[in-house]
């Protein structure tokens, strides 16, 4: 792979080194083993079969976890479906609305635990994880909390009534906070859940399924459920489910609204993306190279929203790739326990070689790759960050979600060109834009065929702002009012 050393002007002399700060996590708790958690009990699965959890920066052992099979899936929708109509329904708004800030509450006083263990089940820099995955989802739990007794408010002139038991699918990249986004809004209107994280992440779902008993939810009212892709297909195809939300890839969301054509099982799906992020000549330069950074390299790329396409406009493109370059160099790639680490370990090892074999396929067509020379661990999964210049709007990897740290950079003449090449994609999720001019922010981004767009800044998130894509990125939105309207009944 090609190498270029940039020019190392960000970098002070190197005996100035940061000292090791990691987050020591001695005083969390985890069990070796957990079982599913449905009825408001930890119960065995059927199959007596459970598969380990890693940490994928070590790639050590952390615990195992029970494989669902449709006889436990079938066994956690009776729970729900029985804890909707008998218990749930039944109870006044404010106090669905009390349990949900008690979980929200847990949660917080529970901050420092959950951010260790996301971080080493996931991979993710404890930084993030402690000061945006845990904060934000139990905003998420706070901020539908409120709507519990004001579901009349929400829908003006309007009644509401719960849609059942939701069936809830999510992905590795944000475990906590994902899981928050989807039963947050369900139990507030009144539904029950049947909830399954993804294979590499199950642990803070777990802890999560150990707050609700906690927080003394009725039994059944939010069923915690571990397995791999056919637990999640057995959900889906399960007759009481009454809605489906899921978050993953495009691929298994297309193979998830076929199955569920024809039936009355209500869907939202949130699928992957491939962000233009658009910097115009007259940004402010500077704070745009740090909007990019955060653009694609947060969470190791692993976003859906990641700004993973990067649109400079010519004049500037020279200037804004060399500062990338020198702030890439800068970062910090490494254990994610440590403080002071910028890009953690890739999730898993099958998400690893998907990004290598990506990123051979942008050389291949043509693709000029620039990699940071920072050195990574020899154990467990790493990339180092990655640029390409060079690439044509029909490269693969200017087409494709790459879902790791990896930015594929053209250039742009006119609003007309880059808003035309922004849209030429399968999916509208989100974008960026950066402009001195907020009249021209405005413009361009209303012309951006994306759920999401941010103007000068990026990947920023907010429990009360709806968040989805468009195309092939998804349906339906999930986050502030909007958020609960896929679970409720309008009359
Ligand atoms: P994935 O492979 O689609 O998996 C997502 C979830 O679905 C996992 O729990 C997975 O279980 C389960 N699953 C797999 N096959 C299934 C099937 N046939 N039926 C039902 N469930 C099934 O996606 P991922 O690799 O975990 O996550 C990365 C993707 O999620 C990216 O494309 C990203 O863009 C997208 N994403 C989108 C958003 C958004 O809001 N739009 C947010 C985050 C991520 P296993 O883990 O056991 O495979
Ligand atoms: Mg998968």
Not at 35 to 52: M, Q, R, V
Not at 210 to 229: C, F, K, M, R, S
Not at 399 to 414: D, K, M, S, W
Request: include cysteine; glycine fraction near 8%; aromatic fraction near 8%.
């Amino acid at each position: 792979m090609k190498k270029n050393s940039a020019t190392k002007d960000l970098k002070f002399d190197t005996k100035w080194t940061y000292a090791p700060a990691p987050e020591s996590a001695d005083h969390i708790q985890l069990k070796d083993r957990y079982d599913l958690f449905i009825n408001g009990k930890f119960t065995a699965p059927a199959s007596k079969k459970y598969f380990d959890t890693i940490n994928p920066a070590t790639e050590k052992r952390i615990a195992s976890v029970a494989e669902a099979n449709a006889s436990d899936v079938d066994k956690a929708v009776t729970a729900a479906k029985n804890a909707q109509s008998k218990v749930w329904s039944k109870l006044a708004p404010a106090e669905r609305g009390k349990y949900i800030y008690r979980i929200a509450r847990i949660l917080q006083e529970k901050a420092r635990e959950l951010a260790i263990i996301e971080t080493i089940n996931g991979g993710k820099p404890i930084r993030e994880s402690r000061d945006i995955d845990i904060p934000l989802a139990a905003a998420h739990f706070f901020y539908y909390a409120g709507w519990a007794d004001k579901l009349d408010y929400a829908f003006p002139g309007m009644k509401t009534s719960p849609v059942g038991v939701a069936g809830q699918i999510i992905p590795w990249n944000f475990p906590l906070l994902m899981a928050a986004w989807k039963i947050a809004p369900a139990l507030a209107a009144g539904n029950t859940v049947v909830l399954k994280p993804a294979e590499t992440t199950p642990l803070t779902a777990l802890k999560l399924a150990e707050i609700i008993q906690e927080a003394d939810l009725p039994p059944g009212v939010v069923n915690i459920i571990t397995g791999a892709g056919a637990t999640g297909a057995a959900i889906v195809n399960h007759p009481n489910i009454n809605k489906i939300a899921f978050t993953g890839s495009t691929d298994v969301g297309k193979i998830i609204q076929k199955s569920l054509a024809g039936t009355d099982k209500r869907y939202t799906l949130e699928l992957g993306g491939k962000a233009a992020n658009i910097i115009f000549e007259d940004a402010a330069i500077n704070q745009a190279v740090e909007g990019i950074i955060n653009g694609i390299f947060f969470n190791q790329g692993h976003v859906c929203c990641a700004g993973s396409r990067l649109f400079v406009q010519e004049g500037i493109a020279n200037e804004v790739i060399k500062k990338l370059k020198q702030r890439i160099e800068t970062l910090i790639v490494g254990d994610p326990l440590d403080k002071n680490t910028d890009i953690g370990a890739i999730n898993s090892k099958a998400q690893l070689s998907k990004i290598k074999s990506l990123v051979q396929t942008g050389i291949k067509e043509g693709g000029e790759c620039w990699q940071s020379e920072c050195a990574v661990p020899s154990k467990g999964f790493w990339f180092k960050p990655t640029l390409f210049t060079n690439v044509a709007q029909s490269s693969t990897i200017v087409q494709e979600e790459i879902f790791g740290p990896v930015l594929a950079i053209q250039t742009f003449r006119t609003a007309e060109e880059v808003i035309e090449k922004a849209n030429n994609t399968p999916y509208g999720l989100s974008g960026g834009v950066w402009t001195d001019k907020g009249a021209k922010a405005f413009k361009i981004s209303s012309k951006l065929n994306a759920g999401v767009v941010w103007a000068n800044t990026y990947n920023k998130f907010d429990p009360t702002s709806p968040f989805g894509g468009y195309k092939e990125s998804g349906v339906g939105r999930e986050g502030g009012l909007h958020g609960l309207m896929p679970y409720v009944n309008l009359f």
